[in-house]
Nanobody, 123 residues
Framework: VQLQASGGGLVQTGGSLRLSCAASGRSFSRNVMGWFRQAPGKEREFVAA????????GYADSVKGRFTISRDNAKNTVYLQMNSLKPEDTAVYYC?????????????????WGQGTEVTVSS
C-alpha cells in the first residue's frame, strides 16, 4: 500500500502547479483523500480533502479560492491544482488516505501517507 506524490517544484509568485498522488497496492476509491503541508520550522497543516465520490471537498482558509482538489478513482489518483501561489505556500506537500466517510482535517485520522513533494514559491 503506497501513495506516491509528485508535481512539486520551483515556481514564481502567482504561478501554478498541479500535484498528483498515485495510489498503488490497493484501491483508495472508498477513502477520503487529503493533502497536508509542512513548511520549514512549522507544524504540519491541513490543506484540502475530498470524499470518495467527490461530492464534498474541504479547504484550509489560507488556500480557499486558489487550490482545487480532485480525484480520478479509475486511475486511483488524487490531484491538487494550485493557482496564484504565494511564498507562504512553500512547503513539503503530503497526500494521505483516511478510512472515513466524511471530510476530516485531523491528520491523525489519516492512516496512509505519501512521501511528500516539495513546493517552493519564490517572491
Amino acid at each position: 500500500v503506497q501513495l506516491q506524490a509528485s508535481g512539486g517544484g520551483l515556481v514564481q509568485t502567482g504561478g501554478s502547479l498541479r500535484l498528483s498522488c498515485a495510489a498503488s497496492g490497493r484501491s483508495f476509491s472508498r477513502n477520503v483523500m487529503g493533502w497536508f503541508r509542512q513548511a520549514p520550522g512549522k507544524e504540519r497543516e491541513f490543506v484540502a480533502a475530498i470524499t470518495w465520490n467527490s461530492d464534498s471537498t474541504g479547504y484550509a482558509d489560507s488556500v480557499k479560492g486558489r487550490f482545487t482538489i480532485s480525484r480520478d478513482n479509475a486511475k486511483n489518483t488524487v490531484y491538487l491544482q494550485m493557482n496564484s501561489l504565494k511564498p507562504e505556500d512553500t512547503a513539503v506537500y503530503y497526500c494521505a488516505a483516511a478510512a472515513v466517510r466524511f471530510i476530516t482535517v485531523v491528520g491523525e485520522s489519516y492512516d496512509v501517507w505519501g512521501q511528500g513533494t516539495e513546493v517552493t514559491v519564490s517572491s
